[in-house]
């Protein structure tokens, strides 16, 4: 069965410095993965997908996400931490069946302090 | 540009009520999704439908039924609302309906409905 898991449940960052947001993923064939970002009180917004082809994908916002087979990981990252970037970031995979339906993780929050 | 509307945002039931969800949609998509989001627990998928006339089970379907009359919406109901039932819910939808990859797979949410039943 397909899954993800982003293990850790928040991460704290000081604005200005990297951030990475971490995902697994266990799938059957080959993965498409995507990450999701949700502002408080809002419904949550495509950031980036891996389908095929570069292992580095570039999404919004300035973020990018690293595809690493070996390691069945899908890292979000992004070089210099935003205030503004403090949401709750959602990894999913693409179920098998079912439409095609997205399975999402647990979500983990980012806090960017000032 | 009104994307996928929800409604109500809020919503406060009593056991036992009926209530529908609404949801639509004005990019002319193929997909439509409800989730529910629990703390924790992600998004779980609750029904879908890949078309007009089209609608299926997802994870989480127990209580809720719902029905793609048209393209455009796609309304959920809570047959008789349970405390269990407490969650936020999203309409989602997509271009793709999940037949092969095209790489429309990105969905757009609605804003959420607040749903806390007693």
């Known amino acids: 069965a397909q899954s993800v898991a982003q293990p850790e449940d928040q991460v704290n960052v000081a604005e200005g410095n990297p951030l990475t947001v971490k995902c697994t993923y266990s799938?059957?064939?080959?993965?498409?993965l995507f990450w999701y970002v949700q502002y408080p009180n809002r419904g949550l917004q495509f950031l980036l997908k891996y389908i095929t082809g570069d292992n580095l994908v570039k999404g919004s916002y300035g973020f990018e996400a690293e595809f690493n087979k070996s390691q069945t990981s899908f890292h979000l990252k992004k070089p210099s931490a935003l205030v503004s970037d403090s949401a709750l970031y959602f990894c999913a995979v693409r179920g098998l069946g079912q439409g095609g339906k997205l399975i999402f993780g647990q979500g983990t929050e980012l806090s960017v302090k000032p | 540009n009104a994307g996928v509307t929800q409604t109500p945002k809020f919503q406060v039931l009593k056991t036992g009520q009926s209530m529908t969800l609404q949801c639509a949609q004005d990019m002319n998509h193929e997909y439509m999704s409800w989730y529910r989001q629990d703390p924790g627990m992600g998004l779980r998928l609750i029904h879908y439908?890949?078309?007009?006339?089209?609608?299926d089970q997802g994870e989480v379907p127990n209580g809720y039924n719902v029905s793609r009359s048209t393209t455009e919406d796609f309304p959920l109901r809570l047959l008789s609302a349970a405390p269990s039932q407490t969650s936020v819910y999203f309409c989602?939808?997509?271009?793709?309906?999940?037949?092969?990859?095209?790489?429309?797979?990105?969905?757009?949410f609605g804003s959420g409905t607040q749903l806390s039943v007693l």
């Open positions: 989602a939808s997509s271009y793709s309906t999940g037949q092969g990859v095209t790489g429309n797979e990105k969905l757009f």
């Open positions: 799938v059957s064939g080959n993965p498409y």
């Open positions: 439908s890949v078309g007009a006339g089209i609608t």
